[in-house]
């Protein structure tokens, strides 16, 4: 299978509880942030976005909050399920359209 | 993985001979990425296209060469594949710069033996 969670943080939860996945950046003037979801043997798969004039933007069952002062995302997942089971990473990027990527949380889900 | 297929999807190959991955879209985006994965590092682009025949280098471009004759195909070619280059590589497509959102394809594992 994919080797790309090996030596990542693990973040394990019960099922039905909620997760929290945590992600610092780097360059203060990114104005846009990704978070992605890598499951085993897939390409990564967006999530939810957000701009930095934003500090909190809702999707179904995911909330990503902005905290720019301290240069910090995260991702919070709702009644998670243990299809939510995967490798999460954030990404940031500028006007120029690149992205940089973080290294990734894998959530554990237990049934 | 929608609209973004990858070729081949598995490969190994011995060190010293050509390679060339190809990233099919049919989406009509703009832009595409070549990303090659490794345990530890994340995703790490490899060069990118802003256009038909526009091609730029990214953070770990040195053994690979990109070309794109046309907006719907991007290929990555590794002119004489070495051990180091064993990797999963992601071909990456996006609509604009002004909204980076990139949408991935499925991958290709190469194997350089």
């Known amino acids: 299978g994919e080797s790309v969670g090996l030596h990542l943080p693990t973040l394990s939860v019960q099922e039905g509880d909620n997760s929290i996945i945590n992600c610092a950046y780097s360059?203060?003037?990114?104005?846009?942030f990704i978070w992605y979801k890598q499951e085993s043997g897939k390409g990564p798969q967006f999530i939810i976005d957000?701009?930095?004039?934003?500090d909190k933007r809702q999707g179904q069952r995911v909330t990503v909050l902005l905290n720019k002062t301290v240069k910090h995302l995260s991702l919070q997942i709702a009644a998670t399920q243990p299809g939510d089971s995967a490798v999460y990473f954030c990404a940031e990027g500028g006007s120029q359209g690149n992205l940089i990527f973080g290294k990734g949380t894998k959530l554990s889900v237990k049934p | 993985d929608a609209g973004i297929t990858q070729s081949p999807r598995h490969k190994v190959t011995e060190t010293g001979t050509p390679v060339t991955l190809r990233c099919h879209q049919t989406?009509?985006?703009?832009?595409m990425y070549w990303y090659r994965q490794d345990p530890g590092h994340g995703l790490r682009l490899i060069h990118y296209?802003?256009?038909?025949?526009?091609?730029d280098k990214g953070e770990v471009s040195d053994g690979y060469s990109v070309s794109r004759s046309k907006t719907e195909d991007f290929l990555l070619t590794l002119e004489s594949a070495t051990s180091s280059q064993t990797s999963v590589y992601f071909c990456?497509?996006?609509?604009?710069?002004?909204?980076?959102?990139?949408?991935f394809g499925p991958g290709t594992r190469l194997t350089v033996l």
């Open positions: 296209s802003y256009g038909v025949k526009d091609t």
């Open positions: 957000i701009r930095s004039n934003m």
């Open positions: 990456a497509i996006s609509e604009s710069a002004g909204l980076p959102i990139q949408f």
């Open positions: 360059n203060s003037a990114s104005d846009y």
């Open positions: 989406e009509n985006h703009r832009y």
